[in-house]
């Protein structure tokens, strides 16, 4: 990735994505707390990000939206895409007052998208997938492969069914694979 996010950028952006979702279910504008915009921060670079909720003990996903690239500012795009996540997923119903505090908020930070014209150079864990063919598309996070226990195969199958393609279509000539790589942070 082009940047790093140190961890105290990191700490904004996780707080920022829980006011805004409070903020929501309490019928209020968000109170961001102030940050210096300072033109070498992580926090005022575009960049895609995507943010993840989850809840319970298992960590069950509860909600996911994000962008792969973003002509905003980090910290706006997780703003927007916390929102998305908390009342916007279609897979999901709007979360609720009572889920919030057992609502656990992962954002991914994401690199510029780049062809990739061997799929078998893939690695696992540290590759991310965006596939477009047609009209369809689908894209998984690299940390979603580790957490299935997927392996180069599985992951690669994975991406055509999630953009509602048949296994093996990443390999078609008319199908463009792209990789990128994410810094990947939650709460604790």
Not at 27 to 38: A, D, F, I, L, M
Not at 107 to 135: F, N, Q
Not at 170 to 184: C, G, H, Q, R
Request: charged share 25%; with cysteine; hydrophobic share 35%.
């Amino acid at each position: 990735m082009e940047f790093n996010i140190d961890k105290n950028e990191q700490n904004i952006l996780l707080a920022q994505a829980r006011e805004t979702i409070a903020a929501e279910l309490e019928g209020r504008k968000p109170v961001y707390s102030k940050t210096e915009k300072n033109e070498d921060s992580s926090l005022y670079k575009p960049c895609g990000a995507f943010v993840s909720l989850h809840t319970g003990a298992e960590h069950s996903l509860r909600g996911c939206i994000g962008r792969m690239t973003a002509n905003l500012p980090l910290i706006e795009t997780v703003r927007l895409m916390a929102r998305e996540a908390a009342f916007g997923d279609p897979r999901f119903p709007p979360l609720k007052k009572e889920e919030f505090s057992r609502t656990h908020i992962e954002i991914s930070a994401l690199s510029p998208m780049t062809p990739c014209p061997d799929p078998r150079k893939v690695k696992v864990g540290v590759h991310g997938l965006y596939l477009r063919r047609g009209a369809r598309s689908g894209v998984l996070l690299p940390q979603v492969p580790v957490e299935q226990g997927w392996n180069l195969d599985q992951y690669l199958d994975y991406i055509c069914i999630k953009a509602g393609l048949p296994e093996g279509s990443y390999d078609a000539p008319d199908a463009e694979l792209l990789t990128f790589t994410a810094i990947v942070f939650g709460e604790e």
